[in-house]
């Protein structure tokens, strides 16, 4: 008798220990799929913004002739501003210089995407600031400011740029310049850095 019993309760048992095991084994790949999907979900909601060509990026150490207007940062300039560069690099390029730009329009998230980098360089978002503009108050963002990558470049618009319309705005960024005034006119004084506010 004890040993009927024993047979029909070990198929049982096996049935049960089976069960269990594949009730674990099916919780496991639904817990296994949850994690994928929400790190799937994580990582589109929080994917690093790259920036592109579209975006106005040039690559770092890189740089554009003011003639690359199929690129957004140069085609999307303001017009103004990239007529007087024009003027003023082809009287440069008389004097032996080449006026190289390194930044000219840019996207707002491109914008934004820099602020966050300088906010990480520096430690802080006012220090930050001082280098970065918001999309908000980025002359770039509107087209109406262009980053020169020469030093000389820059020291011969620090002389000769007003007579073209074009002023340093930012004491600290010596590369920064926008159209302020009209040619000939004398170039407001500049702020100390991009957290200051321009005068009017």
């Known amino acids: 008798m004890q040993i009927s019993t024993t047979l029909v309760t070990a198929p049982s048992r096996v049935r049960q220990a089976t069960f269990v095991a594949l ?3 099916l919780a496991a790949i639904v817990a296994a799929c949850v994690i994928v999907v929400a790190g799937l979900t994580t990582s589109f909601a929080t994917a690093p913004f790259s920036p592109r060509v579209e975006d106005g990026h ?26 007087a560069m024009r003027e ?15 930044s000219g329009w840019r996207s707002a998230a491109y914008q934004d995407w820099l602020l966050g980098v300088a906010v990480e360089t520096y430690g802080s978002e006012d220090v930050a600031r001082q280098f970065v503009a918001t999309p908000e108050e980025s002359s770039h963002v509107t087209g109406e400011a262009v980053d020169i990558g020469s030093v000389d470049a820059q020291s ?41 506010q321009r005068g009017s």
């Not at 740089?63 to 017009?79: K, M, N, Q, R």
């Not at 011969?156 to 073209?164: F, I, R, V």
């Open 58 to 83: 040039i690559p770092e150490g890189a740089a554009v002739s003011l003639d690359d207007d199929h690129l957004p940062a140069i085609g999307e300039l303001d017009p103004a501003l990239l007529g």
């Open 23 to 25: 009730a674990v084994c």
């Open 88 to 102: 003023a690099a082809t009287a440069a390029a008389g004097a032996g210089l080449d006026v190289p730009v390194t």
């Open 156 to 196: 011969w618009l620090s002389q000769h740029g007003a007579e073209y319309g074009l002023c340093q705005v930012y004491a600290n960024e010596p590369w920064h310049y926008e159209r302020l005034i009209e040619p000939g006119e004398v170039c407001p004084d500049m702020v100390p850095d991009a957290s200051s």
